[in-house]
């Protein structure tokens, strides 16, 4: 079988699905939205505190907007710090470039609504979010594997690798709690 075979897409084809334009930026950011979105949920779910999973939906979704921005911005004052000056469309298409973080958050937001809601506990909601966030930080680092060609194994080995990320966090929210 020849070298890179079956590896991934084929010289000059976009691989499928939603990843098909700058799959690595997609995938960073989203990364990096469901390890915000886990902190944060490990954060303010606090035990013996009125819960008040609205409030908690909210911060959630401002931190990711606020992080996605200042991210944003900060490119474009490393890319004005180049000497390579920038017209005003590019500055604003870089920070609206990280919309993949904000839309990361945005499961873990639904079920802090859901429980606001009363469908369930905030608690159960919190546990919930941090669950499917490991599910999908696994999802994601074998997808990003896959897509930098790595085979089967590796990938899968990659997203476990991500989704330890997850695990680190939920241990934490166990021991502080």
Known sequence: MPEGAGRGPAGGVA????????????LFKGIYGLVLASALVAALDV??????????????LLTALT??????????????????GAAGPSRLRAVLAEWPLAVA????VMMLLAAEAGWWAEETAADTALVL??????????????TAGLGR????RAGALDM??????????????
């Open 15 to 26: 691989p499928r699905g939603i990843l098909r334009r700058r799959p690595e930026r997609w």
């Open 47 to 60: 035990p013996g505190e009125a819960a008040n999973p609205g409030q908690d939906a909210l911060w959630v």
């Open 67 to 84: 992080s996605g921005a200042a991210h944003g911005y900060a490119h474009v004052i490393a890319h004005r710090a180049s000497g390579d």
């Open 105 to 108: 958050v945005l499961p873990t």
């Open 133 to 146: 966030n490991t599910v999908l930080l696994f999802a994601l680092g074998t997808s990003a594997a896959r």
């Open 153 to 156: 194994l590796s990938s899968c």
């Open 164 to 177: 330890l990320i997850g695990l680190v966090i939920i241990a934490a929210d166990a021991l502080i709690e």
